[in-house]
């Protein structure tokens, strides 16, 4: 069993910046890809990117150039940095964490339970 808080959430102005952060606990040792997504009203839960356990890190196009994801293994910790933010970006804002060898966002994997990120003037 594996628990996923995330925090950072908030409100931005268009073209700010926020830093998610996700900590993991419980069974983190099974813990391989981790993924951030996003879930806007009215619309489905989209992926934003993921980040492999060595480092490397993939992202949605929507996306790309402007957000950066990391991850402190020491710490359990996974990072989404926000930068040049959008109203279209503003939507609640999930972890998730994918055990070996379970694909991340599968039905296999662990969900936070989100926060919350408002960009408007």
């Known amino acids: 069993q594996v628990q996923l808080v995330e925090s950072g959430g908030g409100l931005v102005q268009p073209g700010g910046s926020l830093r998610l952060s996700c900590a993991a606990s419980?069974?983190?040792?099974?813990?391989?890809?981790m993924g951030w997504y996003r879930q806007a009203p009215g619309k489905q839960r989209n992926l934003v990117g993921t980040?492999?356990?060595?480092?490397?890190?993939t992202y949605a196009d929507f996306v790309k150039g402007r957000f950066i994801i990391t991850r402190d293994n020491s710490k359990n910790t996974v990072y989404l940095q926000m930068n040049s933010l959008k109203p279209e970006d503003t939507a609640v804002y999930y972890c998730?964490?994918?055990?070996?060898?379970?694909?991340?966002?599968?039905?296999?994997?662990?969900w936070g339970q989100g926060t919350q990120v408002t960009v408007s003037s």
């Open positions: 998730n964490a994918a055990p070996y060898p379970a694909m991340t966002g599968s039905s296999a994997t662990y």
């Open positions: 419980g069974s983190i040792f099974s813990i391989s890809t």
């Open positions: 980040i492999a356990s060595g480092g490397t890190a």
